[in-house]
């Protein structure tokens, strides 16, 4: 036995961005990872043995059935997912193993049995993934590019559509979200990025942040658009926000836009290598605060500011560092969100979502779209 | 203290269908469900809180954040999410918990540490999910009916494409594996469903079950489409394979193609409640042998057939119960898909795959898509 230690995963890649960052090879079933002793090495069923040995970036591939074939040949009557890593690692002698925060316990369990000692960390698991590479970035801003093209093809029709009792007009019958997320979520998807939960929430419905709207959309209150597909080549996601009226809005609603736009805006200009998430975040919170907008809860339901200020992007749409509360450092490389938003019953909702990439002195805007809040036709 | 256990899952339900199936509550990030002498309660972020209470199928939702300052207060001074579910079960004086096999280690470490005697059970997790409701099988076969209609689409453009050089041509331009995914993707984002890793795969890239397909599509060959899209708005998925050519298959692929439809059509009358569903997979393998069409590693690459007859569908793609060599008992409910294929590098690829609704006294198929191998135009 040595005091080395075993990085161990056993998940899907579809489903876990850890594995697919280390093996860049995408299955829908669980496979297991080890890394021992410098080699990075797969067990893989026979389905996925041939796309596995020519697509995963490892030194080795393993056939799963082959290593239970062994062991039941040993006497093991069912061999498990732990048994069969057992197999792998018995041979070279480790009893420490690294293991990602979300690793089933299913298994650790009966790794812990058959004597292994579990250590695991918080996220980041790789420290590396937080740091984008310049292909990642590149990746992050495509997906960006489908967004805001998906986006203006809805803002266009909202552009068209007629204020009539409350509600815009779109062909003769009421505009709806479902309409209207429909249109982003097909744009996208001609472009080959994948959206889901797009969020086209307008008025009342927007007040609460995470309503993905329905029905018909009104005239002259806030509509909240929030689009975040990931891309189906490269997996990386993108992540905007804009908020927009369509008729007049009150003088309120105004000052609660631009409130919110100014915010977002200064707080970007804070961005930088060395900053701290959690300043940032307290900056956006003492702003609201001096200019009157109170966040509390008011009967029984939160309004005001109450989520964090951004969070990274990438192989996943939250992902570490977070711009909130519980902020950590910024660095450079990193691609971060910027949405501040306010978020008022009777009044409506305002959130504005940048994404930028912290460079040394400050950060690189990747969106390229307009913050227009009364669109005209 | 007492001997009654709690049920405790901590997941993003967004990822982690036994949640959404426990909640019928769709949150992108994290949250706690605890099911407690028999009152089910979540433990929900502030920015939750709202949709949480109003569309979560549970007695009761707590504030994290509420319970999270209570600890402050009593001198905790990071509480994690194991500490706040060590405050809400605490009062309830319970000490055994019941995980799924998928709970975050990072978490139940943590809960042992507190003093916590955790279990774990294998899927299904709740074993009602493995048996669909009405409403559930009509979920189903609503996405079916979409995917249906997408590959009815593209089956459309292949009938019209030319073959022509050993490629289809279509408007001037050999028709690609992309160019066919996107049409199938789209037309299946415009029902509200969502397609991933769509195959359209031919000749020799069939030949591995799981290659998505790129490039010009072969004539004369088979190509596989295997389209599983989930619907956004019920979040269940549906599930079929067809296998197509254009042009002029060899006698041999003929024969391989009219292998694998008569025993995927055998394998569907055996399917009834209380039937085996090893018995049923071995039923294709000893057919698929007598034929002739042998099952074996050649120059370090599975041929013949490799993988399980099919699967549960519902709210995951891959759900027990599975027809494979570690199958279980079908059972009255379950919805599986029959899914045999052969791949034979040289030779071709064929795989058909329908998703029948388990009966006391047989099936119902929830497939209503032809079974045409040569489309002619």
Chains 1, 2 share one sequence.
């Not at 850890?18 to 297991?32: H, K, V």
């Not at 505009?175 to 472009?191: A, D, F, G």
């Not at 009150?250 to 900053?275: F, H, M, N």
């Not at 809860?297 to 989520?307: E, P, S």
Request: hydrophobic residues 35%; aromatic residues 6%.
């Amino acid at each position: 036995m040595t005091d080395e230690r075993a990085t161990l995963m056993i998940a899907a890649s579809e489903s876990d961005s850890n594995l697919y960052y280390a093996t860049r090879f995408m299955a829908p079933d669980p496979f297991i990872f080890i890394e021992v002793k410098g080699e990075r090495l797969l067990v893989m069923s026979d389905l996925e043995m041939d796309r596995a040995k020519s697509q995963a970036t490892v030194d080795r591939v393993l056939s799963y059935s082959e290593v239970e074939r062994r062991l039941r040949a040993e006497g093991v009557t069912e061999p498990g997912t732990a048994d069969v890593v057992h197999a792998v690692l018995q041979e070279r002698g480790l009893q420490r193993l690294l293991v990602p925060g979300n690793f089933p316990y299913i298994h650790a369990a009966r790794l812990q049995e058959l004597g292994y000692q579990l250590a695991t960390k918080k996220e980041p698991f790789f420290e590396q993934r937080v740091v984008k590479t310049g292909e990642e970035v590149r990746h992050i801003e495509a997906a960006q590019r489908a967004t805001e093209a998906a986006v203006a093809a809805a803002h266009d029709v909202l552009r068209a559509a007629i204020p009539r009792g409350g509600v815009l007009w779109s062909d003769g019958v009421p505009l709806t979200s479902e309409r209207i997320k429909q249109l982003i979520n097909v744009k996208l998807m001609e472009r080959d990025c994948v959206a889901q939960h797009t969020i086209v929430a307008g008025g009342e419905q927007a007040c609460d942040p995470h309503n993905e709207g329905s029905g018909p959309l009104p005239a002259d209150r806030s509509i909240i658009f929030d689009v975040f597909p990931r891309s189906g080549q490269s997996r990386y996601f993108a992540d905007m926000s804009r908020t927009v009226v369509r008729g007049t809005p009150s003088p309120e609603l105004r000052r609660l836009y631009q409130t919110v736009k100014d915010s977002q805006e200064e707080a970007i200009t804070k961005i930088r290598d060395g900053a701290d998430g959690a300043k940032i975040h307290q900056g956006i919170c003492a702003r609201f605060e001096a200019a009157g907008y109170r966040t509390e809860l008011v009967n029984g339901r939160m309004q005001g500011y109450f989520h964090g200020t951004g969070h990274g992007v990438g192989l996943d749409i939250h992902e570490p560092p977070r711009i909130s509360r519980t902020g950590s450092p910024l660095q450079e490389g990193h691609v971060v969100t910027v949405e501040p938003g306010l978020y008022y019953p009777g009044l409506g909702a305002v959130r504005i979502e940048d994404m930028v990439l912290v460079t040394r002195n400050g950060c690189r805007n990747l969106t390229n779209y307009p913050k227009t809040f009364e669109l005209e036709c």
